[in-house]
């Protein structure tokens, strides 16, 4: 397989105007657990070895503060800023130790349509916990929307070395590794967050989670489904504050010899949203909040 510097998604910084709601939510209901607070921000880990899949800060909206990924070297970080900035981005701290509670180094920079992208090398981690049922392992994919997809695909292309798998009519789908996309990159009227998806251990961890969130008053936004780019089973939700959330399984492993299909093969019969033709169409409300989420001002 060829080689990526970066090597994993590993987490997302959320903005919330309710930071104590969003961390009973994030622990109480969808499964994650409490690491630590520091400067502002409060560290949330699934059951995988991440230090935190999730990073929650009190903010005046919703909003998407960073992504993070994980790189294979040290000197990985230097190359993607030069890469980065090459390609339009702007640097926004240059490879340095990094002072959140993970520790390892980190790099930052701006993307060309304004989000932060972070990445790490070195940081510390968690033994896992055993699989647990109904609770997530860690971040599967973020859902980023653009104004300008094939802008934005050629960035994480040509400035952060990953390779596109699929292209639907809406969407680009891209990797780092053998999961069939880490991010999806989506054409919207606005720049920022579609939706954030958490791996579940297998589809009937999906079903039990979202038992879960129904029992808690959180109703299934969209789904459960089956997509078609990456083959996952889905279950979509919509947090306190109006952050799209996604519970997601089985996740679609490829390699070089994967071919890339693209809008004129991924192409439903009308009226169906996924392959098993289940899903429900997404109501608007969910339309709305899939582009309501605005990346952090700078």
């Known amino acids: 397989m060829a080689r990526f510097p970066v090597t994993a998604l590993r987490s997302v910084d959320l903005g919330t105007p309710d930071l104590d709601r969003s961390v009973r939510f994030y622990c109480d209901v969808w499964g994650l657990l409490l690491v630590t607070r520091a400067a502002g921000f409060v560290y949330l880990r699934a059951t995988g070895s991440d230090h935190h899949v999730v990073a929650l800060y009190q903010s005046e909206r919703p909003e998407l503060g960073a992504v993070t990924f994980r790189v294979k070297r040290a000197d990985d970080l230097d190359a993607i800023a030069a890469s980065a900035i090459a390609e339009g981005a702007r640097l926004v701290r240059s490879p340095a130790p990094n002072d959140a509670p993970e520790g390892g ?69 891209v990797r780092c590794n053998s999961d069939h996309h880490a991010v999806v990159i989506a054409d919207a009227k606005v720049n920022g967050l579609n939706h954030v998806a958490f791996l579940m251990p297998n589809l009937e961890a999906v079903m039990r989670g979202s038992g879960r969130m129904i029992d808690s008053g959180f109703p299934i936004a969209w789904g459960v489904g089956r997509h078609g780019p990456g083959d996952n089973v889905f279950s979509y939700f919509i947090d306190p504050v109006g952050t799209v959330i996604e519970y997601t399984a089985e996740v679609l492993q490829v390699d070089d010899s994967y071919v890339v299909r693209g809008p004129d093969q991924w192409v439903w019969p009308p009226g169906r949203s996924d392959q098993w033709g289940i899903a429900p169409p997404k109501a608007d409300h969910v339309k709305a909040a899939q582009l309501a989420v605005r990346y952090a001002a700078p």
């Open 105 to 173: 180094a980190m790099m930052a920079v701006r993307a060309p349509e304004g989000g932060i992208l972070r990445f790490v090398h070195g940081d510390v981690g968690h033994a896992p916990e055993p699989p647990q049922g109904d609770r997530p392992e860690r971040l599967a994919h973020v859902n980023l929307n653009s104004m300008d997809v094939d802008r934005s695909t050629a960035f994480y292309e040509r400035a952060l070395g990953f390779q596109l798998t699929d292209r639907s009519k809406a969407m680009a789908f």
